[in-house]
C-alpha cells in the first residue's frame, strides 16, 4: 500500500517556467511534508518541507502548498533553471513518535528535466 | 559532501552470497536509516537505528539485519542474495526528537548488483 504517491514519473519544461510537481498521500497521521532532490550518482538532498498545520512555505524559487482536504501537495519552482533537472521525491513523516522513532515514506519521485 | 559515508560504492556478486554495507553517520546525528532503491521503486524504508538500538523498522527481508554501533556507524547485512535484491541501499542520519521537518542526510548509496 502506497501512501505517499507521484502519479507523473516525468515532467519536462522551458527554463524561466514555472515547474509544478504534485504528490498525494493517503495517511492523515502524517505531520510534516519534505521534498528532497536527487541528481545521477548521489544520495536524496533535502529541498523545503511544509508542517501540516501550514499551507504554505516558500524558500526561494521554491514554494510549497498542502492541500490537507484534498491529501494533496505540490512543488511550485519559478523560474526553472537547467540546473534543477534532477530526480525530485517527496516525503511524509508520521507523526506518532516512540522514542526517537521516526521515518519518513517517500514516493516513486519524478523525473524534472529543464530545457534551456 | 552530505557528512554521511557509505560503502562500498559499487558491489557485484553472485546469487546465494552475502555482503555487509557500511554507513557512517554525519558527526552529532544519533540515528540511522536504512532505505532500498530498486529500479522504478521510490525509497523503501528498511530500518532505524537511535543510540545503537533498534527503533523503527519498515519492509525489511528476514535475510536482511543490521546494527548500529557505539560509535553510532552502522552495518547493513544481506545475506542469501537473490537477483531482485540489486538496487541501490541509502544510508541516512538525523538526530530525532528535535522540532520541525527532522530533515534525514543521506550519503550517496551502495549500489548492488546482484548476478
Redesign the interface.
Known sequence: DQQVKQNSPSLSVQEGRISILNCDYTNSMFDYFLWYKKYPAEGPTFLISISSIKDKNEDGRFTVFLNKSAKHLSLHIVPSQPGDSAVYFCAARSRVFQGGSEKLVFGKGMKLTVNP | D?G?TQTPKHLITATGQRVTLRCSPRSGD??V?W?QQSL??????LI?Y??GEE??K?NILERFSAQQFPDLHSELNLSSLELGDSALY?C?S?L??QS??????????SRLTVL
Do not use: C, E, K
Not at chain 2, 40 to 45: T, Y
Open positions: 552530505s554521511v544519533l540515528s536509516y532505505y522504478d521503486q521510490g525509497l523503501q524504508f532505524q537511535y543510540n527503533r523503527a519498515g541509502f541516512a538525523s530525532p526528537g520541525g521537518a527532522n530533515v534525514l542526510t543521506f550519503g550517496a548509496g
